[in-house]
């Protein structure tokens, strides 16, 4: 430091980058900043967004709404469960579906997650396809199989016989599977919302 009239000018202070503030960052530091995602990997995030939303409100008003009103407005059991079984393919293929769907853009999707919110996502995908796949693929043609077998509407079974027995306890299955996937579904797309944009 000088000292003159206009010694001011030549202060040079001894701890230059107090008070710069983050207008005066350093460039360097800034250049290597990880950049934002891009106008596509923001439209892909709330792409997978929207589907698994779209599953998880199919999937409830199936549970709630579908399913309770067929038993309690058609005519008969057979009509009811043939309704039923058929809605619930369509929920259960596209549940697999969607969580394969989202579990390749999940293992594709850009960095800057969490460890442990990652792994967490890519497990309820997983469980999610895993569950509605099980769901249709296995219990669901057990429960067609044996509706074969019975050769006559399913009311007309007694509640003893060993047929009717293996269904309801197939039907059971199928309730903690779609309960199950809807769970994953669910903690999935709060994993998804909450990613950083």
Known sequence: ??????????FTPAFPDIGAGPLAADPARARNAPAGPTLGQRAFHNLRLLVAAVWLGSAV???????PSAFAVLPSRE??????????????VGGCVVGLFLLA??????G???IPARLLELLSLL???AATGAGHWWIAAR???????????IEEVAADDPLRVAFNALHGQSVTALSIAM????VALLLIARRTK
């Open 1 to 10: 430091m000088t000292t003159g009239l206009r010694g001011e000018k030549d």
């Open 143 to 153: 429960m067609a199989a044996l509706r074969v077998q019975m050769a006559r509407p």
């Open 112 to 114: 800057g997650v969490k």
């Open 183 to 186: 769970i994953a579904g669910a």
């Open 79 to 92: 009509l009811a469960g043939a309704l039923v079984a058929r809605t619930l393919t369509i929920v259960n």
């Open 61 to 67: 008003f199936f549970s709630a709404a579908v399913a």
């Open 105 to 110: 853009g999940a293992l594709v999707g850009r």
């Open 127 to 129: 469980t999610l396809a």
